[in-house]
């Protein structure tokens, strides 16, 4: 059992927190590259900072602070140039690293120019990859931004959903550590909305025999063996790699998924579904379609009748910040209890200033991407068991997160 304490230190973000220095030792997505193309200059709030992202006349990425030094004006209205982003109000402007590079009636009438560095706001690097911007607010030097293979790999389109959840991040990361909600969260509660629509139920779900948890290099894999299948062929496999500290991968070799849940701030959740598919061959490349949804209808309600709003249901049912010391952890919660162990042993590496598990420094690793080895997958119990509950979107992804 948890004590407050623990929770606490498992699940707040923000600077000087314990997982929030944790955290900022990682790339985090905080917007697409088509929202930024849309509006070049956007709000983002990380970890509990507000923060303005732009992108500069000249495409060049920045991650500066929220307000103008001079008399505060929010950066989100500010207007690009070639050299950076202008204050609307008086026309300081700052470069991609914060840097105040001018203040437009000062500089005529004053010859010394001294002041100008007093004026630097924060500045944090950015990095665009697969379409997803990243940014990083930890100490340097940064380590490399993961290149996991579905963000790089030619031959696959690829479409982003996003939701914002009201909830901390570690609720949407437990579960990923959790592969008997399947049952449940999916089945019972997926045909229940259905019956509600007057509809049929739409899965038969076969009941989980046991479940495992493999540590590996970048976080730890699933096992679960279901009803009717069989150990000793191939369906005992290991898949679903949670990569720390808060992605969950899925998918097959030709749909390959990830499940980003980047803090907005301790109660909020940026939850991006990055999803692929392999290209037909001689098909043409279809643009990236990003898609922002809502958790909750006109009614406030989450209609749980799709497999990721049934995730986010419960997730959400947790409360803003799940009270861990309240639980009572059963014999479905071994990955969960493993993962937190893994949090812990990070969190006492960053206090020893060491690299917590999953930070990449060797280029050589990283390059050309990094495989997460989803031929180790069947598919089989997806193609057979799930089929009829997912709509025809769902279908690029294996559920089971
Ligand atoms: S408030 Fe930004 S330049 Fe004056
Ligand atoms: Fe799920």
């Known amino acids: 059992m948890m004590t407050e304490s623990e929770n606490e230190r498992l699940t707040r973000v923000g600077p000087g927190t314990p997982m929030g220095e944790l955290l900022r030792r990682y790339w985090h997505p905080i917007a697409t590259t088509v929202d930024l193309d849309k509006d070049p200059v956007r709000r983002v709030r990380l970890m509990g900072e507000n923060l303005t992202l732009f992108r500069s006349d000249i495409g060049e990425l920045g991650l500066i602070g929220e307000r103008c030094p001079h008399r505060g004006v929010d950066l989100e209205f500010g207007i690009p140039d070639a ?10 402007l700052f470069d991609t690293k914060g840097r105040c590079l001018e203040m437009p009636f000062d500089d005529r009438i004053r010859e010394n120019k001294s002041n100008r560095e007093r004026m630097n706001i924060e500045g944090y690097p950015v990095e665009e990859l697969g379409g997803l911007i990243f940014a990083y607010l930890g100490p340097q030097p940064a380590p490399l931004l993961p290149r996991w293979d579905l963000l790089v790999r030619d031959g696959f389109d690829r479409g982003v959903e996003i939701h914002v959840l009201p909830c901390n991040w570690l609720q949407c990361m437990d579960n990923s550590a959790d592969p008997m909600h399947f049952e449940y969260t999916h089945a019972a509660l997926g045909n229940y909305t259905l019956k509600k629509q007057g509809k049929p139920p739409a899965m038969k779900i076969s009941r989980h025999i046991k479940i495992a948890f493999d540590r590996f290099k970048y976080g730890l894999m699933k096992r ?11 369906d005992w496999t290991v898949g679903h790699p949670l990569l720390f500290p808060n992605i969950l991968a899925q998918g097959s070799q030709d749909a390959p998924t990830l499940q980003i849940r980047t ?33 909750f209808d006109e009614n406030g ?10 995730d986010m249901l419960v997730w959400i049912a947790q409360g803003p910040i799940s009270n861990r010391a ?25 206090a020893r200033n060491e690299d917590p598990i999953g930070i990449i420094r060797d280029r050589g690793e ?14 089989k119990p997806f193609e057979s068991k799930y089929k009829g509950l997912l709509s025809e979107n769902d279908q690029m992804a294996v559920p089971g997160e």
């Open 263 to 295: 803090p907005i701030d301790d109660t909020n959740t940026l939850h991006i579904r990055y999803r692929t598919q392999r290209r037909a061959e001689g098909a043409a490349p279809k643009p990236m379609k990003v898609v922002h949804e809502k958790v």
């Open 366 to 379: 990283n390059e050309p991407w990094i495989d997460l080895h989803r031929e180790k997958e069947t598919l």
């Open 301 to 310: 309600k989450i209609v749980a009748d799709k497999v990721p709003l049934q």
């Open 83 to 92: 050299k950076g982003l202008r204050c609307p109000y008086h026309g300081w």
């Open 326 to 350: 309240r639980e009572h952890l059963a014999a479905s919660d071994t990955g969960i209890t493993l993962y937190r162990r893994m949090l812990n042993e990070a969190l006492d590496a960053v």
């Open 224 to 234: 679960r063996l279901l009803e009717g299948e069989n150990e000793d062929v191939d």
